[in-house]
Nanobody, 115 residues
């Protein structure tokens, strides 16, 4: 089973930047799509960005042009570069990875954007 370890969250002022990382650990044969989701208090978890094994990307409309997802297959790691952060980006960010049809979630990392 793949274990996902996230890092990089924190407190930042509006307009600032943060970079999230998520490393897949364990016995890994292949990782297909990897992505980031977020969940704000009182809201459902929503897709932020996803990247395929072939580096195709998809973003939520609310983050297009501000966030960039990338991956390093040699390190089994996915990144989320976040710029021009807004208070409405405040949420717990979760990493997700699909390995041979089985999805795994990270424990979540808090991102707080102050106005």
């Amino acid at each position: 089973q793949v274990r996902l370890v996230e890092s990089g969250g924190g407190l930042v002022q509006a307009g600032g930047s943060l970079r999230l990382s998520c490393a897949a650990q364990g016995i890994i044969f292949r990782i297909d799509a990897m992505g980031w989701y977020r969940q704000a208090p009182g809201s459902q978890r929503e897709l932020v960005a996803v990247i395929s094994s072939g580096d195709s990307t998809k973003y939520a409309d609310s983050v297009k042009g501000r966030f960039t997802i990338s991956r390093d297959n040699a390190k089994n790691t996915v990144y989320l570069q976040m710029k021009s952060l807004k208070p409405e980006d405040t949420a717990v960010y979760y990493c997700n990875a699909d390995s041979l049809g089985v999805g795994s979630w990270g424990q979540g990392t808090q991102v707080t954007v102050s106005s």
